[in-house]
């Protein structure tokens, strides 16, 4: 069963996806007392019925925030059908680290971290990595754009991905100073008909009660329920 969040449905109907990695509940922390949003949590494997369905229109954004591997030709169909209808989608840190076995979805996300070593236009690479509890700051490279609006450049203390593969086609908006990181850390782009915003930011507690860092989400909340 999805859980609902305790608000009164309002202005913005928000659906977050989870599943493999747990979420410590202090991340739902972000959204509540939110009063011009509502908002539900679904776990893979469930939420791939859910995708499929005509429910899924009762959303505005969909957040994803899973590690979830395993999906089946069924399910990928499912999942593709989110683009189909033209619903924004958020990816969230960890979420580039699901469905590693299927081709196409660093086409959607933009980013892939990889387990294993992998070749990118001829180079090989080892196997992506991170580091815990790192200090740097957020770069804001693109400032005029509406997810960007009101924030400059800020202090994390976050997790940081190292040696991941980026897709051809990302809008960069997010960088950052500290030289092991990947190079970019929040990007758009478009799959098929809906607008994807992918944020490499948000590990555990420390950030989520980043202000900038939700300002980040809520900004791109509502980027993303306006369809083209």
Known sequence: MAMTGIHAQTKTNLLIVIGGKAVDSSFYRIF???SDLTYSVVAKPEAFNLFGSDSLLNYDVILFYDTYQE??????KSFLSIFDKGIGVIFLHHAIVAHQDWNEFIKITGA?????PYSFNGLKY??????HDQDFEV??????HP?????ENFSVHDEIYINI????GNDNLL?????????????????RNSKVITLLLGDDRFVYENENFRKLIFNSIDWLKKRE
């Not at 999906?71 to 990928?76: F, G, H, N, Q, V």
């Open 112 to 116: 892939k971290y990889h387990y294993k």
């Open 175 to 191: 960088g950052t100073n500290n030289s092991e990181s990947a190079k970019y850390l929040g990007w758009t782009r478009k799959y």
């Open 71 to 76: 999906i089946s030709p069924a399910e990928t």
């Open 139 to 144: 770069i804001i490279i693109e400032q005029t």
């Open 165 to 168: 593969e980026y897709e051809n």
């Open 126 to 131: 080892g196997p992506s990595t991170y580091k």
């Open 147 to 151: 997810i960007t609006n009101g924030i």
């Open 32 to 34: 509540d007392g939110k």
